[in-house]
């Protein structure tokens, strides 16, 4: 796990590549090669040799869990599976730059965020094996359970940070969502709301080019990041495959809100290099060549090759980054695969705190419809 920069030393730059610009922020290229001259390198100067290995374990372990899901599912143990592959350095640079006190809340794919904020992968297997209505106590960790209504979570985040101002604490709340929700209405009330308000929120689009089916160049004919100018809200784009530029552009983000500067919008170009479920099919839609030229943008190959051009990158460390990888598989799979089916009844519990008459009378009749089905059988 990478260290935690305190509030106190998080100076977001004052440059051109502030929000607002349109240039896209870049702390590594494809190749592996660090560029110069971004001011935004200043915001992660503490991530040295070891934190830089960390996020690289971290990418690693987060693609494994992808992949251990996807096979599950393909096996028929998961209903369904919204696979992250290609999306791992956006989740990780940006969870990575939360405070313990941020809340996080996200969509259906963010189990890279899910995992760095310390929920236990079996736990992220619950919810789409259908054995609970959850999978984890969000308060626990700071993020949310899967949101699958698209776009609600920006809503959720702004009220939560709304929240955090009446309090007068100081943390931030963060949506993530993809490109295709920004054209959905509850992301323009959000950011109405953020803006009106000045909330400590981080509204963070992975635009992984491909809302299921559509193209992003359906959704928006300028950068996603300019979607809150009207609301007074700035944008910021991120190279999303660049886990240490995401981590900088976060804490950029995060140090505004904790200063009470209001919202700020991140757009992290990144591509969906799988399905957008495991029930889709994308060489319907997609063309090989697309993805091809996104492959060689792969976020953990980038990792890779500058830790190795900077003499980081050993057998004894690659042998402790695929054995941790191979652990939190197994274990994935043991814990979905031993998990207890919930019984019918269970559907109404922890529904609301209090005993609500609208559950009880439900109950009741799902109570005598099972015993019709008995009887038919």
């Known amino acids: 796990m990478t260290t935690v920069m305190a509030r106190s030393e998080v100076d977001a730059p004052r440059a051109t590549e502030s929000a607002g610009s349109p240039d896209l922020v870049q702390l590594i290229d494809p190749e592996g090669h660090r560029t110069p001259g971004s001011p935004f390198s200043e915001l992660v100067a503490d991530i040295g040799p070891e934190e830089l290995r960390s996020l690289y374990r971290d990418l690693v372990v987060v693609r494994r869990i992808d992949a251990e ?5 393909r096996q028929g143990q998961l209903g369904l599976w919204a696979p992250l592959l290609g999306q791992e350095a956006a989740q990780v640079g940006s969870a990575r730059a939360l405070q313990p006190d941020d809340f996080a809340f996200t969509s259906y794919r963010e189990h890279g965020v899910a995992y760095c904020r310390g929920v236990e992968p079996t ?4 919810f789409w094996r259908g054995s609970t209505q959850s999978g984890w106590d ?4 700071g ?7 698209v776009g609600s979570q920006a809503l959720h985040a702004a009220g939560y940070a709304m929240g955090i101002q009446h309090d007068g604490a ?6 993530y969502f993809g490109d295709g929700a920004t054209s959905e209405g509850d992301l323009s009330e959000a950011f109405c709301f953020a803006a009106s308000f000045q909330a400590p929120v981080v509204f963070f689009c992975q635009n992984n080019q491909w809302a299921i089916s559509e193209p992003v160049r359906l959704q928006a004919h300028l950068s996603i990041a300019r979607r809150g100018e009207g609301f007074g ?3 910021i784009r991120v190279d999303g495959n660049d886990v240490l530029a995401v981590y900088a552009v976060t804490r950029y983000a995060l140090a505004r809100a904790y ?3 209001g919202p700020t919008l991140i757009e992290a170009v990144t591509f969906r290099m799988g399905p957008h479920t495991t029930s889709d099919d994308p060489t319907r839609y997609r063309a090989p060549a697309e ?3 996104w492959k060689a943008k792969d976020p953990l190959a980038r990792v890779r090759a500058l830790l190795q051009a900077e003499g980081l990158l050993d057998d004894p460390y690659l042998r402790q980054v695929e054995a941790a990888a191979d652990e939190t598989a197994s274990a994935l799979r043991a814990g979905c695969l031993s998990t207890v089916e919930p019984l019918a009844m269970t559907l109404f519990e922890e529904v609301y705190a209090e005993p609500h008459p609208l559950i009880a009378e439900e109950r009741q009749q799902y109570t005598e419809y099972l015993a019709g089905l008995e009887e038919v059988l």
């Open 143 to 149: 993020v949310t359970t899967p949101a699958i209504v």
């Open 291 to 293: 993805e091809d030229a």
């Open 259 to 261: 200063d009470g500067e």
């Open 138 to 141: 969000p308060y626990a960790f």
């Open 69 to 73: 899901a996807t096979a599950l599912q």
């Open 123 to 126: 736990m992220m297997m619950r």
């Open 233 to 235: 809200v700035p944008g």
């Open 170 to 175: 100081n943390s931030a709340a963060i949506a």
